[in-house]
């Protein structure tokens, strides 16, 4: 199996395309499954179309379904912070892959996104691995 690590600076953004990155790590390695997996508590991977307005829908989606001025049983960190402990029960932290010939299957407008709604945590790894076969 090759691993391996991106660290991203989510800063204000909310959805982070990462597809470019994983087709790069994708190109040497040939035909099998690639898992992108986010090793945090409070942030997920999506696949979504992107640049039509889907990361401010999800987004806005994700901030009714967990509002971040609920009273949360997790109530450490910033106001909402429990919703974000919530958030990957919903996107999930990996999502797997086909990989056929070094390129990534996906569909004409699927993007693979990092979600992440806390604010108080902007530094992330994505951990990239992928199975040969």
Same mark, same amino acid.
């Given at each position: 199996?090759?691993?391996?690590?991106?660290?991203?600076?989510?800063?204000?953004?909310?959805?982070?395309?990462?597809?470019?990155?994983?087709?790069?790590?994708?190109?040497?390695?040939?035909?099998?499954?690639?898992?992108?997996?986010?090793?945090?508590?409070? /942030?997920?991977?999506?696949? &979504?179309?992107?640049?039509?307005?889907?990361?401010?829908?999800?987004?806005? &989606?994700?901030?009714?379904?967990?509002?971040?001025?609920?009273?949360?049983?997790?109530?450490?960190?910033?106001?909402?912070?429990?919703?974000?402990?919530?958030?990957? /029960?919903?996107?999930?932290?990996?999502?797997? &892959?086909?990989?056929?010939?070094? /390129?990534?299957?996906?569909?004409?407008?699927?993007? &693979?996104?990092?979600?992440?709604?806390?604010?108080?945590?902007?530094?992330?790894?994505?951990?990239?691995?992928?199975?040969?076969?």
């Amino acid at each position: 199996m090759q691993s391996l690590d991106l660290h991203i600076d989510t800063g204000q953004r909310r959805t982070v395309d990462l597809t470019d990155q994983v087709r790069g790590f994708c190109r040497e390695q040939g035909d099998g499954l690639l898992s992108v997996f986010v090793p945090h508590a409070t /942030a997920g991977v999506a696949l &979504i179309e992107t640049g039509s307005g889907s990361e401010q829908d999800l987004e806005d &989606i994700l901030n009714e379904l967990l509002p971040r001025d609920r009273i949360y049983a997790h109530r450490h960190g910033s106001t909402g912070h429990g919703a974000d402990h919530v958030l990957p /029960a919903l996107v999930s932290p990996s999502v797997t &892959i086909p990989v056929d010939g070094g /390129a990534p299957v996906l569909g004409q407008w699927q993007r &693979i996104v990092l979600v992440d709604l806390n604010a108080d945590n902007p530094r992330r790894r994505v951990r990239l691995s992928f199975l040969s076969g």
